[in-house]
Nanobody
């Protein structure tokens, strides 16, 4: 079992930056692939970024490449999403999730709101 708690969301102007954090419980954090997803108003949830257990492999949604960076600190059991040059279309509730042996994202946080104003 993994419990996830996101933080770091807020209101920022376009072009600004935010760093989201996701703190995990459990003793085997480094065995989980971690991901960030988002759901914008009126839209389906979409994948944003993913990082392997060791942190060596990352994937990104095309529209955030070069602006967002996913990272993790396994000693702190925390995954981060550094978001730079934010755009109004990045406004959404952001969720972190954990993927283990099932190869599915089975564990989800409660979400944190990111609002980008023009």
């Amino acid at each position: 079992q993994v419990q996830l708690v996101e933080s770091g969301g807020g209101l920022v102007q376009a072009g600004g930056s935010l760093r989201l954090s996701c703190a995990a419980s459990g003793r085997t954090f480094n065995s989980y692939t971690m991901g960030w997803f988002r759901r914008a108003p009126g839209k389906e949830r979409e994948f944003v970024a993913q990082i392997s257990g060791s942190g060596g492999v990352t994937y990104y949604l095309d529209s955030v490449k070069g602006r967002f960076t996913i990272s993790r600190d396994n000693a702190k059991k925390t995954v981060y999403l550094q978001m730079n040059n934010l755009k109004t279309e990045d406004t959404a509730v952001y969720y972190c999730a954990a993927k283990g042996a099932t190869l599915r994202y089975d564990y989800w946080g409660q979400g944190t709101q990111v609002t980008v104003s023009s």
